[in-house]
């Protein structure tokens, strides 16, 4: 049990995180010391310069430097979780070792068990501390204006509130909103997406992102240790410590079966000679059963796959709020999506321009001189429909907007107007317009008529656009129905209007959440990115992460099927059942670091 340095305290010790050297990392390093004094006192002993005695003296100070740290966090759950756990087996072990004068494989012992033990911490804490290293890209200084001068300040002091200033190629030290300049943004180390972003007066910038080629003035809205690529760190920190179904099962299995090992082989050291069979032979027997039995490479099966797929996901722009969430990612049989903003850009265009009277270019360049100072939605996909045709408006007075109806504007006094069909109500469609109308709805478009108080010119339709890798994905609405169907259901929206689908979904995935704390919370996964092809590359580590742990649970079951039946009867040896355990242990930590590759 990890008792913390002080409250909030931030170090590799309470985190769990280590990112130095490995001699850096105390209980790898104890066990390398370790090491050399026993091989030091073996080879002393081997050439007569020292006497038995003084070696094994060596071999008890390199036992005790060993077994330091794993010894400790043995006793520590015994008194403070009352668990029986495998640090204890690896204790048992030890003292039948030395009880029946196998001093030699008593430290040999200690020293795998250490080094093993020592390979798997510092793995799992690197896995870890990676996620960490994104805050290495945030700058640590910042260009304050104030009072009308620049000050170079440590970009943690920067506050909410603060002006600073961004020039091309340098990073933003922490999310903020344009307040002059303009410029592309690459935010990658947050989204996960290499393609550089626009950014104009009055958008949002966030911490980590690079600055590629304009001056920006910005104005904090976070402190540094308050920004989003911290707070995405601390969730992809505590997702990492949010066991799945599979792990919580082996740990519920291995607490009962390791006592149940510790008791068979104490009975099996103890009760024989009250029956007049020889102690020795059985008590070795028993010593190996220990450390044969010992469930390692099982416990580990998982916890490895999972930290390192969450790590690596969030690297990518992709959190992912726990173990649970990761293996149902790699359990879904299908996905639905929400429309709007999801399989949409939430960006409307013009779809059909219908000429009435007059011809296509006519109603567009009128639409566009009635529409081109408006920021309507709709209006700005008119505006952008004709600049993209290359159309120059008309020279246009008395422009205004009736707000939810239509906007006007006068041209050559002539007063046209653009807006609802139910707008023009001194004019009486005929049965062609209406039927236009009632099947441009039906596709989903919005419909807006361009013409004069007794004349209709023209209808123009508008509707969301459709991502460009929207088509690939598999499209319904019917959460129920599906996971009725397919059992394992992902929805993807937007986290914060599609709060009651994302729940009932077994995975709800949040799209674009970049700086919104609500849609991060609303979801098990958080896609920081506004892209589409982040969904089944989440899928995608949630998939390699079951498959590697699925992988690891049938090795490890492996392993203890086969040393377990040759220690009862005698075949295998203290060392080579060590040599064994702690071999298989490391393999499955290592093949749990597979996630990490893509």
């Known amino acids: 049990m990890n008792t913390p340095c002080s409250e909030n305290c931030d170090c590799d010790k309470c985190t769990g995180a280590y990112e130095g050297e490995w001699y850096g990392f105390p209980p790898l390093r104890n066990a390398t010391i370790a090491a050399g004094i026993a091989i030091l006192g073996f080879i002393l002993g081997l050439f007569g310069v020292i006497p038995e005695l003084a070696v094994n003296l060596f071999f008890v100070v390199a036992i005790l430097l060993g077994a330091y740290h794993w010894a400790r966090e043995g006793f520590e759950e015994i008194i403070y979780e009352h668990v029986i756990d495998i640090e204890m087996l690896m204790i048992a072990s030890t003292l039948g070792a030395i009880v029946l004068g196998l001093i030699g494989e008593a430290v040999t012992l200690v020293v795998l068990y250490a080094a093993a033990e020592g390979v798997e911490h510092i793995t799992y804490a690197r896995t870890r501390a990676s996620i960490r290293k994104l805050l290495d890209l945030a700058p640590k200084e910042a260009v ?27 990073g933003i030290p922490t999310d903020g909103i344009i307040m002059k300049g303009r410029s592309n943004m690459n935010e990658a180390a947050v989204t996960g997406e290499s393609v550089p972003v626009e950014k104009l007066e009055g ?84 010593v190996v ?58 960006t409307p265009a013009v779809t059909d321009i219908i000429p009435l009277n007059g011809d296509k270019l006519a109603i567009l360049r009128i639409a566009y001189t009635v529409e081109r100072h408006s920021d309507h939605p709709l209006a700005r996909a008119i505006v952008n429909h004709a600049e993209m045709s290359g159309i120059q408006p008309h020279e246009a007075v008395s422009e205004c907007a009736l707000p ?133 590359e989440a899928i995608e580590f949630g998939r390699k992460a079951v498959r590697i742990g699925n992988q690891n ?40 670091l597979r996630v990490i590759k893509r």
């Open 144 to 170: 304050l204006l104030r009072n009308g001068a620049e000050q170079v300040i440590p970009a943690e002091q920067l506050r909410a509130g603060d002006i600073f200033l961004v020039k091309p190629g340098a």
């Open 203 to 286: 958008m949002k910038v966030f911490a980590a992102t690079l600055n590629i080629d304009g001056a920006l003035l910005v104005q904090a809205t976070a402190a540094f240790n308050d920004n989003s690529l911290a707070k995405m760190i601390h969730l992809v920190e505590e997702a990492q410590e949010q066991k799945g179904k599979t792990q919580l099962f082996i740990e519920w299995f291995g607490r009962r079966y390791t006592p149940i090992v510790l008791l068979v082989s104490l009975i099996i050291i103890v009760v024989p000679p009250f029956f007049g069979i020889p102690f020795n032979d059985l008590a070795i027997r028993g």
């Open 289 to 346: 059963l220990l450390v044969a039995a010992a469930p390692c490479a099982l416990i580990m099966s998982t916890p490895v796959a999972v930290a390192a797929g969450i790590g690596s996901a969030g690297k990518h722009g992709i959190l992912i709020k726990g173990g649970a969430h990761l293996e149902n990612l790699g359990k879904t049989r299908a996905i639905a999506f929400d429309k709007t903003g999801t399989l949409t850009t939430g």
């Open 404 to 536: 939810g109806q239509a906007a006007s504007a006068t041209i050559n006094g002539t007063e046209y107007f653009v807006g609802k069909p139910e707008f023009f109500t001194q004019v009486h469609p005929d049965e062609k317009s209406g039927l236009h109308i009632s099947q441009l709805r039906l596709k989903g478009k919005t419909v807006m008529f361009v013409g004069t108080q007794d004349k209709i010119l023209g209808i123009i339709a508008v509707r969301d656009q459709v991502r460009p890798n929207a088509k690939a994905m598999n499209k319904t609405a019917a959460i129920d129905a599906l996971t009725e169907k397919y059992g394992v259901v992902a929805m993807v929206g937007d986290g914060i209007n599609d709060a009651p689908a994302l729940a009932r979904a077994t995975v709800g995935i949040a799209m674009g959440t970049i700086g919104t704390d609500a849609a991060i919370e609303a979801a098990d996964v958080a896609l920081m990115a506004d892209d589409l092809a982040k969904v089944p």
């Open 553 to 592: 649970i049938v090795f490890s079951l492996a392993v203890l099927a086969i040393p377990i039946p040759t220690a009862l009867a005698g075949i295998l040896g203290v060392t080579a059942a060590v040599i064994f355990h702690e071999a298989s242990e490391l393999l499955a930590v290592g093949n749990g």
